[in-house]
DNA sequence: GCCTCCCGCCACGAA
DNA sequence: TTCGTGGCGGGAGGC
């Protein structure tokens, strides 16, 4: 099987409705950057200065010193000014009278006042990286050494607005301008949000770039479902907790093929030549071919979506997808997306590309960078199926996220009600607490909701295309669903996302450890019969229902195409394939609260 | 010398 | 005509 046959770019857009989707992974993404990222911020830094500046820039840093002013006022001295996106102030030493290692941006100011007691006219801090790199030097025996490394040359950069002095301290080193930080950056900017809007230019201001660099971000990120573009200049950030729905769209791409084409997005010149094989659909050999007619991904030529970054990088993801290695070389990818090509120009510039898509699927820890068996410099996928559904865990019911979630938890209970039926399957606070403690509190009862559940598993995936292996999938649910001891107590809570707001209030204040130990236990449940459906995929996958949906989606354009079996029905991704006027109706299992939020949001 | 990837030119097309 | 967009490749940094 060819896995780059589709020339056109898959269209994830509109995969799934956005959903109540528990993202750690945007937490994660997007509040811890990695070490190598606390290090190269700590090259950017800003000041908000009211004195002349005198800078000395040397190999050891940057040297900054400003006049301190005995008469002037204290909060019109120096303002060591710490954004979002820049340094860290932990990264800040002082000249006085020797170079002193500063822990903190308090830590910074006793000195400071030390020196305006000795009555020195002037302040005058280094700022470098060095600080974060004797701590990551530690243990290794030679930090000297990587200190001289790492140092950096530093200029400045600087900003005039509205009569303010602004001085960056911007490092020349090329990593610390590079793709993956700006689209870390990025992420840390939107990475929690959804349905934010965002204009390429504000965000070009934001992270002091060039636009062009925020279009190349944007394209990858846009090509996997985390932003939409909704017009000129002016897209919608989706979130990050996208990515499990396009990483599955990606993967039923493969088997459905031209299924998942959507009007939007695939317009013209998709055609596949029988013999096609990844050299003929190289984006370079479809640049360099005068081919009379055939696919091309010349730019302009086809839709506005089929952008060949954004082609490229799906084909970048789904090499992953459909690889057994989760460690696949560089040289082998060029191999595989860009074909058997002399070291000419024109595949440097696929190659070119190749590292910058790379370099952005890295800052979203989906790949990185590592070496295979030979040393040769490889990627390696850091997902694996499970880990897309542990994307959706939570750690714990924060009111952080209750406040953001409950519109969210309101939406989707209104998606749910078209799933009703599947609800009584599912263990609801108060009966997972029951169920756990079966031995506890009420045998009988707990017994009856064990196979009752039990039952429910069974009955869902016995419906799904391929009973076999699902059934006995739903079978090892059961059997696990008996092993609830042994969960710890600091496991994540689960909530699915039937889960009405006000039921997210209830677990915020009922975060006992049987609740979680149960959500917990429904939670792997979950996870090992999707994951089981998710390996059998491409076996279980039948056209005939990818047609029926198709069937669908003419009525809901904006719907997908993609077929979901009804064992999805109890993971909360809500179904756009799904039948709603068949399936809606019983609503007894909704609060009343969530009704009238209904009500309103149909307003 | 090769690998990596930042930078910005410039063609295209929408506004 | 302006300007957003994105393909593209030069060339600098790093090893």
């Not at 689209?183 to 201001?205: M, P």
Request: net charge neutral; aromatic share 8%; with cysteine.
């Amino acid at each position: 099987m060819d896995l780059f046959q589709s020339q056109s770019r898959v269209s994830v857009d509109s995969f799934v409705n956005p959903v109540e989707a528990r993202s750690n992974y945007a937490k994660r993404v997007s509040s811890t950057p990695t070490v190598d990222t606390a290090a190269r911020q700590t090259s950017e830094t800003s000041e908000s200065v009211s004195a002349d500046l005198q800078r000395n820039i040397n190999q050891q840093g940057a040297l900054w010193s400003c006049d301190w002013g005995s008469n002037r006022a204290e909060s019109q001295t120096v303002r060591v000014q710490v954004n979002e996106a820049s340094i860290d102030a932990e990264n800040i030493k002082l000249k006085d009278p020797a170079l002193q290692i500063v822990p903190s941006k308090e830590a910074c100011y006793p000195q400071r006042y030390k020196e305006r007691e000795k009555n020195t006219s002037s302040f005058r801090f280094q700022a470098t990286d060095a600080v974060r790199y004797e701590e990551r030097s530690l243990g290794t025996g030679c930090p000297g050494k990587t200190i001289k490394n790492e140092l950096n040359r530093f200029s400045w950069k600087e900003e005039a607005s509205r009569g303010t002095k602004r001085y960056s301290l911007v490092s020349n080193k090329r990593g610390y301008k590079s793709l993956s930080l700006l689209c870390e950056n990025f992420i840390k900017l939107y990475g929690n949000h959804s349905n934010e809007e965002f204009f390429v230019d504000q965000v070009a201001r934001l992270l002091n770039v060039g636009r062009r660099r925020i279009y190349d971000i944007v394209n990858v990120l846009e090509s996997i479902g985390i932003v939409v573009k909704k017009k000129r200049n002016h897209y919608t950030w989706q979130g990050v907790d996208r990515i499990p729905f396009t990483l599955i769209a990606l993967k039923v791409s493969n088997e459905v093929g031209n299924v998942l084409k959507q009007p939007s997005s695939y317009t013209v010149n998709t055609v596949e030549s029988p013999s096609s094989s990844s050299d003929e659909c190289s984006m370079s050999s479809q640049k360099d071919e005068d081919s009379e007619g055939e696919t091309q991904l010349s730019p302009h030529q086809n839709d506005q979506n089929d952008k060949v970054l954004g082609v490229l990088t799906q084909r970048f993801i789904k090499l992953f997808l459909e690889s057994n290695e989760s460690v696949i070389s560089f040289q082998e990818i060029i191999r595989l997306l860009l074909g058997e090509q002399d070291k000419d120009v024109k595949s440097k510039t696929g190659i070119r590309r190749l590292y910058d898509i790379a370099n952005i699927l890295s800052a979203l820890q989906l790949i990185q960078k590592t070496q295979n068996w030979n040393g040769e410099m490889a990627y390696q996928w850091l997902l694996s199926e499970v880990t897309y559904l542990h994307m959706f865990k939570s750690n714990k019911p924060s009111e952080e996220k209750n406040a953001l979630s409950r519109k969210r938890d309101i939406s989707s209970c209104t998606e749910y009600q078209g799933v009703e039926h599947l609800k009584p399957k599912l263990l609801r606070p108060n009966e997972a607490n029951e169920f756990c403690h079966s031995t506890d509190s009420n045998p009988s009862v707990s017994k009856d909701l064990e196979v009752s559940v039990a039952q429910s598993f069974q009955n869902q995936v016995a419906s799904t295309a391929n009973q076999e292996e699902t059934h006995e999938a739903s079978m090892d649910c059961c059997i696990n669903a008996n092993q609830v001891q042994g969960v710890v107590p600091s496991a994540y809570t689960y909530l699915p996302n039937w889960f009405t707001a006000s039921n997210l209030l209830f677990m915020n204040n009922y975060s006992s450890y049987e609740l979680r130990s149960s959500l917990a236990e429904f939670q792997r449940n979950i996870i090992q019969l999707w994951s089981r459906w998710f390996e059998h995929l491409p076996a279980t996958f039948k056209l005939e229902r990818s047609e029926s949906s198709v069937s669908v989606s003419t009525s809901l354009p904006n719907m997908n195409f993609i077929p979901v079996p009804p064992c999805w029905s109890i993971w909360p991704f809500p179904q756009s394939s799904v039948d709603v006027s068949s399936s809606y109706g019983n609503n007894d299992v909704v609060d009343e609260d969530d009704k009238n939020s209904e009500g309103k949001l149909r307003n």
